[in-house]
Nanobody, 116 residues
Framework: QVQLVESGGGLVQPGGSLRLSCAAS????????MSWYRQTPGKERELVAT????????NFADSVKGRFTISRDNAKNTVYLQMNSLKPEDTAVYYC?????????WGQGTQVTVSS
């Protein structure tokens, strides 16, 4: 059974950093592309970054390029999103996702709030 559990969100001041974690079970993270999305109320879920099974990292959101980095730890079966130089507009619920066997799986999300 595929499970994704995000953690690491919270309240941070502008310019600060957070590292989100996505612990996976039921599959191994280096066999599928893993992604981070974010969503704010009233808006569609936005693809932030993806790490492919081969380990290539792709930032899809122009607004996070140079600030966010996706990575994974195969031994811990966990994917991370390192977020630096956070801005108020980064405030959102962040979700981890994997597409496996024509099904997209999501975690429960973790809230990130950037505010002074």
């Amino acid at each position: 059974q595929v499970q994704l559990v995000e953690s690491g969100g919270g309240l941070v001041q502008p310019g600060g950093s957070l590292r989100l974690s996505c612990a996976a079970s039921g599959f191994t993270v280096n066999t599928y592309a893993m992604s981070w999305y974010r969503q704010t109320p009233g808006k569609e879920r936005e693809l932030v970054a993806t790490i492919t099974s081969a380990g290539f990292r792709i930032n899809f959101a122009d607004s996070v390029k140079g600030r966010f980095t996706i990575s994974r730890d195969n031994a811990k079966n966990t994917v991370y999103l390192q977020m630096n130089s956070l801005k108020p507009e980064d405030t959102a619920v962040y979700y981890c996702s994997v597409r496996r066997s024509a099904t997209t799986y999501w975690g429960q999300g973790t809230q990130v709030t950037v505010s002074s």
